[in-house]
């Protein structure tokens, strides 16, 4: 696949790819003989870790490290592990943070529903 390809397949900018393989994100992109990136299954399958991981606000420097350690071999797993299951932890910590969130939006929706509605009159407003 050329980067445009891709670029279209995962809704990634082409300059996104090209910095994740820059970073050593992407192992090694196979190239035509003209030089071009000819993307395979593999390099695409990092790309869509890469992505999924990016979505769950794993930073760069973390990313880097677990491909290391994934380079290195099997006997990195319990590391690599560890770095998911952090990842893990702070993602679930967000989505309670969002949850929250929710439930405020959700209140305060409510409550102008029912005072456009006429059902409230005496209430005290509160950010």
């Known amino acids: 696949m050329t980067i445009a390809e891709v670029s279209k397949k995962y809704d990634l900018t082409p300059d996104t790819i090209r910095y994740y393989e820059k970073e050593g994100l992407i192992p090694k ?21 890469i992505k999924c991981m990016r979505n769950a606000g794993m930073e760069i420097e973390i990313l880097k490290k677990y491909v290391d350690l ?3 071999g099997k006997s990195t797993i319990k590391e690599r592990k560890l770095l998911l299951e952090e990842q893990r932890t702070r993602l679930l910590k967000k989505q309670q943070d969002i ?7 959700d209140y305060k929706i409510k409550l102008y529903q029912e005072i456009e509605a006429g059902k409230r009159k005496d209430f005290m407003e509160k950010p």
């Open 99 to 105: 949850n929250a969130t929710l439930e405020r939006l």
């Open 29 to 49: 992109v196979p190239r035509t003989k003209n030089g071009i990136r000819d993307f395979d299954e593999e390099s695409c399958g990092w790309i869509e870790f």
């Open 70 to 72: 994934f380079k290195k």
